[in-house]
């Protein structure tokens, strides 16, 4: 007997073909390259334009071992506890937020996203909006497409010498601030952790600091659930008068609300935002905020990272990880497994064993294999926050009682294994 997939097969007359174990799903229009990658490693690959709902994802996991998604479909307890076939979820994004992490790893489900693949394209976008509203080309787009020649250098401003805020000095704001200074801004930023000051950006201690400081305010802050609703009347009406407002991050950190009647007063001058608290499914869906209709106002559908480059990147990143825990168990990058990879030993089984993190884990693990006479050609441990990962090769000589062993371990959450070829 051996496990492929985390299901049990059967040598013999019962032996589970690998087309009936080898199944991915990719929703929400994944790059083709993920397609590509994951057939080439033998699944067989479905792929969906559009998300989908708690039941119809489902009745669709069935059978499936490898998930794609991106920040459309929700992956929650109970679409988890609904699909004892999957083995890992790939967010071809960078947010996981729509994934219910936790409860994926108490089912030893790996999640991979892709965190840096997009983030130039975000930053790109960030610029030209800046740009865009400085020289105010919303409003003079819209007037030409009415006819109306509005030639006047009224409120059209260079970006060069103006002051930049950047709320979040992660993977986004830094870059930023690289092409930015490029452009001749004068970079401020604001971030609840230490980070280091790249080029001649000034670090402030406080948001009301970075936001009396700038004209320009743009929020690259990350999804956590502390920063529902962390931007709005207060922080708008501490930003200076006539200053330009980004946000490309999370549609939930910011009050619509407030935004538009600082708007309307006058106070902020123009606004570029990609996300929204509440978006559509799909684009059959109509797109309703409170930010319609306003001038001035850059409004696009969460498209910050969405360039053919990134998509690419993320397609293959994702893919690549998601075949790598699938054939070697390497939880690298993985945002809720301990990260452990260790390189495949050609003619090994691999046993790949999470369990919840409690002391002597790995002592009896080992004793079960040394009572069977089981030799280990290498292992390796990996702990994180109340789980363990241990992955350990060994010659393919083993008995069936060394799997059911493990696997009745009160501690054992997954045991897998893997033939090396
Ligand atoms: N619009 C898009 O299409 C698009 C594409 C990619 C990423 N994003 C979003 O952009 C955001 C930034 O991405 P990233 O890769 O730079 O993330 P990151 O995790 O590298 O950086 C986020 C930074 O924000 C900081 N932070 C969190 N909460 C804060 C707060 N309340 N005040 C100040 N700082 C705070 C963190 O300490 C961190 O340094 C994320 O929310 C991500 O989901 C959007």
Not at 64 to 82: D, F, N, Y
Not at 171 to 186: C, D, F, H, K, Y
Not at 286 to 294: A, D, I, K, N
Request: proline share 3%; net charge negative.
């Amino acid at each position: 007997m051996f496990t492929y997939g985390g299901r049990l097969c059967f040598h013999g007359d019962e032996v589970l073909t690998l087309e009936t174990l080898n199944r991915a799903l990719l929703l929400e229009n994944v790059h083709p390259d993920a397609t590509t990658r994951l057939t080439k490693a033998g699944y067989q690959v479905r792929a969906m334009p559009r998300a989908l709902g708690e039941d119809e994802l489902i009745a669709e996991l069935a059978g499936i071992s490898l998930l794609g998604i991106r920040s459309q479909t929700h992956i929650t307890e109970r679409v988890l506890a609904a699909a004892p076939d999957l083995l890992a979820i790939g967010a071809f994004c960078i947010g996981t937020n729509q994934v219910d992490l936790g409860a994926a790893a108490r089912r030893g489900v790996a999640v991979f996203n892709a965190p840096f693949s997009n983030t130039r394209s975000v930053v790109e976008l960030a610029i030209a909006e800046i740009i865009s509203m400085a020289r105010r080309l919303p409003e003079k787009n819209a007037k030409m497409h009415a006819g109306v020649w509005d030639k006047s250098a009224r409120g059209a401003h260079e970006v060069r010498g103006r002051k930049l805020g950047i709320v979040g000095y992660g993977n986004i704001g830094t870059q930023l601030s690289v092409i930015a200074e490029s452009l001749g801004m004068t970079v401020y930023f604001y971030d609840i952790a230490d980070k280091l000051a790249i080029g001649n950006a000034r670090r402030c201690s406080t948001l009301d600091e970075l936001l009396e400081s700038v004209e320009t305010v743009t929020l690259h802050v990350d999804g956590r659930a502390g920063n529902r609703g962390f931007f709005g009347d207060a922080e708008f009406a501490r930003m200076r008068p006539r200053s330009l407002f980004l946000n490309l991050s999370r549609g939930f950190v910011v009050d619509h609300a407030a935004l538009r009647r600082h708007i309307e007063s006058g106070h902020i001058a123009g606004a570029a935002i990609d996300v929204f608290p509440s978006e559509p499914k799909g684009n059959n869906e109509e797109f309703v905020s409170e930010l319609r209709g306003l001038s001035n106002v850059i409004l696009t559908p969460h498209i910050g990272g969405s360039t053919e480059e990134a998509q690419q990147d993320i397609g293959d990143y994702v893919s690549g990880k998601l075949v790598d825990f699938a054939e070697g168990g390497a939880t690298s990058m993985s945002v809720n497994m301990p990260n452990v990879a260790l390189p495949v030993v050609p003619g090994t089984h691999r046993l790949v064993h999470v369990h919840k993190n409690v002391p002597g884990v790995l002592a009896a693990i080992n004793r079960v294999l040394a009572e069977h006479g089981v030799n280990v050609e290498g292992q390796l441990l990996h702990t994180r926050d109340e789980f363990g990962f241990v992955v350990t090769d060994i010659v393919p000589a083993y008995s069936d009682e060394v799997l059911d062993e493990l696997r009745a371990m009160d501690v054992t959450i997954r045991l897998r294994t893997i033939e090396a070829d």
